[in-house]
């Protein structure tokens, strides 16, 4: 595939918005990748945009929509939408289009906004995700689907409530040090386990916040590279695949086959595997999704990633840091742009700017987005120069 | 651009297709495609879906819910939602990838139901894919937007309702001879001047029928095509374009630019150029869009398209066939569906299966598709082989 350079990575701050619309997010976004990029004028050559649309402001033809005023307003833009993974397949959309070599320029956008949805609309959308068929209408909501899997994870691994715990202190304790994350507040193990049931056996600090919240990510060509940014990041592999949506269709309950196939998929054309990543983000919208990605990814051997995050195995000085942003979980999960979110994570780490969240001498990550419980499944490879 | 085949295609039949799901139709054309590669055994590398999402069964994720149960399951797996445009989109997405030379075979399609709506539930609907900040919420229409455009058009260039008569009348006189086309009789000029007014100055044959229906199309790379078909269609320029959403905020309101600017970058890699094509499916939503789109599109002279059709210009023995098929305006527009659909009047007209409504000795088209009323446009051109 032709080299496609990461040039500049932007995103909102994720939570409550109150009033903000997608448009107002999206150019908040926009305007911090314009600031990291400053020789790039705002044009693009291509714009692929994933949402969900609950905000409702522009619901269809939203992606002309959100180039609207800037100087990006007459390139070709589609919306893409795979529930939550939107943006990871908008952003696989654009790598193909450059590796094609008809676009040198693009821009990958996610947005959404929930929170000021009531709550009983806010659960309808979402079910929208899942399988239609038999679980949405048997009122199985996706707490409900992972608690499921939660369960079956215990079931045949020994996986214990602790285990999931550890996942979500992590998670705090990174997007703490995280200025976009939603939530920037420790907690203890004490408290996750201490907190109410939203569907045994996943507690509150076990399921993430459907937030609101856009990211902008700016790709180029390799031989444009050099005109937008000293310093690209290298986007060396992409793997996507589709399953079945219900859990009833799949044969198993405590894995999602369609990640292990997106991440072989992805390093298929890279002489790298799992063990030569130093950190991932990956799409924890409970606690148990990280656990069954980290063994789906190949991180950790199958049935032992609730005892690797007990042990430290993926927090910071660990063999793979997962989710050092803070993750869907502490960050916030605006469906849409979840996916251009986690490799804005991508961009500071490899730019120097995450802070005390960064993680020492990383050259080589992972992005790993699920859309609905894993009916769509994308995952991107990462390399900076050194 | 590496050459893209099209070496397949087919469709379901549009129009009021009672309780048949989204999935139902999709099958249904996927079997007409499938039917006409028997050499195809259904597996593709990757796979792109337009649809907006009427249908309700599966708003969200659906790309997967199409494949789900084909030999095509597991391929990574894309909606794509541009309005109107959204399957002529997921062409320019499948088509890009292919030239990547990361993906060989293809699956595009496009799938809509909108009949089982209530008719408020569709008209709430169909207002989305419009601008809302401004026109939907002041009421307008559809209709009514388009509308606009004739009074402009009529205002400027002298345009009548005769002339919009006419295109009517082609396009239920080629209608009437396509078998998947929604409305197979021919019309009279004065029926069509005699209906009801829908928003004035467009009457009842002025306007299409958004309706059920679905398309699949095959795409290869030129060293694949051979393993599929014996004479490949091969798609020869592709070009989009994003605008402002709402009419005032642009400079004309008896054309389209973006049609002119797409149009533009679909011939730019080629030799070709508007007077090298003998036929072209355009969106005529209205019969005003047929008239904008081929002065846009560079078939006639600016104004002269009013004209142009009452003279057959565009009709069987003049310049350029427009709409051979019946059009958006007699076949049907399931929106999500007719950028694709257009391509299978491509594939029909090019492989001899047109019937009564071949086009005689032609060798080059042209597929054209708008969302919402300009706010994107995709074009692509296509050429067989002699």
Chains 1, 2 share one sequence.
């Not at 939660?150 to 999931?164: I, N």
Request: aromatic letters at 6%.
């Amino acid at each position: 595939m032709r080299k496609v350079a990461l040039a500049s990575a932007g995103m909102s701050r994720f939570g409550d918005r109150g009033a903000l619309t997608p448009k107002d997010l999206f150019t908040e976004a926009w305007a911090e990748a314009r600031k990291r990029a400053p020789q790039w004028s705002g044009a693009v050559d291509e714009a692929w945009i994933g949402t969900v649309g609950f905000g409702g402001h522009q619901p269809g033809n939203s992606a002309a929509w959100f180039l609207q005023g800037t100087p990006a307003q007459g390139a070709p833009a589609h919306r893409v939408e795979n529930a939550c993974a939107s943006s990871a397949f908008a952003l696989r959309n654009a790598a193909l289009a450059i590796a094609s070599g008809e676009v040198d320029v693009a821009v990958v956008g996610g947005v959404e906004v929930m929170n000021s949805f009531s709550r009983a609309h806010r659960a309808a959308w979402l079910g929208v995700s899942g399988d239609t068929e038999v679980e949405r209408t048997a009122g199985l909501t996706f707490p409900g689907v992972y608690a499921m899997m939660a369960r079956a994870h215990m079931e045949e691994f020994g996986t214990t409530r602790e285990h999931l715990a550890h996942v979500a202190v992590k998670a705090h304790r990174n997007g703490a040090r995280n200025p976009h994350a939603q939530f920037r507040k420790e907690i203890t193990l004490e408290k996750a386990l201490a907190a109410p049931e939203i569907a045994a056996p996943l507690g509150l600090f076990d399921c993430c916040s459907t937030t609101d919240g856009a990211a902008v990510l700016l790709l180029t060509s390799a031989e444009k590279a050099p005109e937008y940014c000293d310093n690209p990041v290298w986007l060396v592999g992409s793997g996507a695949t589709s399953d079945d949506l219900a859990l009833h269709d799949r044969r198993y309950l405590n894995r999602i086959p369609a990640t292990t196939q997106a991440a072989q998929r992805a390093f298929a054309g890279t002489a790298l595997g799992a063990h030569d990543i130093d950190f991932a983000e990956v799409h924890d919208c409970f606690t148990i999704a990280e656990i069954m990605a980290t063994e789906d990814l190949g991180f950790v051997s199958r049935g032992e990633g609730g005892l690797a995050a007990a042990q430290g195995v993926t927090d910071h000085g660990g063999a793979v840091v997962v989710n050092p942003s803070g993750g869907l979980k502490a960050k916030g999960h605006p469906l849409g742009a979840s996916g251009a979110g986690q490799v804005v994570e991508v961009w500071e780490q490899f730019n120097g700017a995450a802070g005390a969240r960064q993680v020492a001498d990383a050259t080589r990550a992972l992005t790993h987005s699920v859309g609905g419980s894993g009916a769509t499944c994308a995952v991107h490879v990462w390399e900076r120069e050194t």
